[in-house]
């Protein structure tokens, strides 16, 4: 179990890039949430998955953000064309359901920076 | 719908005296409650959680957490804070509502421990 891994750590992008996050939960876990947290606020939910399937998006920030999880292994959220307001850390976890389903583990999260 | 509101955003001790990081809570259903713990450049870790067992819940580092449905209260207690413990601190209230996701977070309390 090496936990939850995020890449990249880091990113800067001009406004108007696109940019990809990639996940990789436990990987046992089923379940796999994104969540997004600017500076001086807890962490706000974006999406989550429960294997492949996609149960929850409309809490996605707008039509520029998507999250895929292909295979129901790793994750990739990807957003278009960048404002400077998605400055911010995403934070991907995972959890397993049926096992303390609400017990999620956190990754150390991908930090947005848009010039 | 749940909510969670931590009185506190920063809380300054001296290491070796007690630490009380005060958090209040809104739930139409008897709530699933935590504490996370964000250390700078690391991922949100689980302190402890309530799950309707015991009202006393003891978690990771020495801390624990008390419920008080009568004050709709659970706050974060150590009885000795260490230098170790200086970091962001979230009251987490998990949602039974499908719409915001699994964890519905606080704004945060910001621990800092005075040599």
């Known amino acids: 179990d090496t936990g939850v891994s995020q890449d990249p750590r880091h990113k800067i992008t001009k406004r108007g890039q696109n940019v990809t996050f990639r996940c990789d939960p436990i990987?046992?876990?089923?379940?796999l949430y994104w969540y997004r947290q600017t500076l001086g606020q807890g962490p706000e939910f974006l999406t989550y998955?429960?294997?492949?399937?996609?149960?929850?998006k409309s809490r996605l920030l707008s039509d520029r953000f998507s999250a895929e999880r292909p295979k129901g292994s790793f994750s990739t959220l990807e957003i278009q064309r960048t404002e400077q307001g998605d400055s911010a850390m995403y934070l991907c976890?995972?959890?397993?359901?049926?096992?303390?389903?609400?017990?999620?583990?956190f990754g150390a999260g991908s930090r947005l920076t848009v010039l | 719908a749940q909510s969670v509101t931590q009185l506190d955003s920063h809380v300054s001790v001296s290491e070796g005296t007690p630490v009380l990081l005060r958090c209040n809570y809104s739930?139409?259903?008897?709530?699933?409650l935590f504490w996370y713990v964000q250390h700078p450049n690391k991922g949100l870790q689980l302190l402890l959680k309530?799950?309707?067992?015991?009202?006393l819940v003891k978690g990771i580092n020495g801390f624990e957490a008390e419920f008080k449905k009568s004050e709709t209260s659970f706050h974060l207690t150590k009885p000795s804070a260490h230098m170790s413990d200086a970091a962001e601190y979230f009251c987490?209230?998990?949602?039974?509502?499908?719409?915001?996701?699994?964890?519905?977070f606080g704004k945060g309390t910001k621990l800092s421990v005075k040599p």
């Open positions: 976890a995972s959890s397993l359901v049926g096992s303390g389903a609400n017990v999620l583990t």
């Open positions: 990987s046992e876990h089923n379940r």
């Open positions: 998955f429960q294997n492949e399937a996609q149960l929850e």
């Open positions: 739930s139409s259903y008897s709530p699933s």
């Open positions: 309530y799950t309707s067992a015991a009202t």
């Open positions: 987490v209230v998990r949602n039974y509502g499908g719409s915001q996701g699994n964890l519905i």
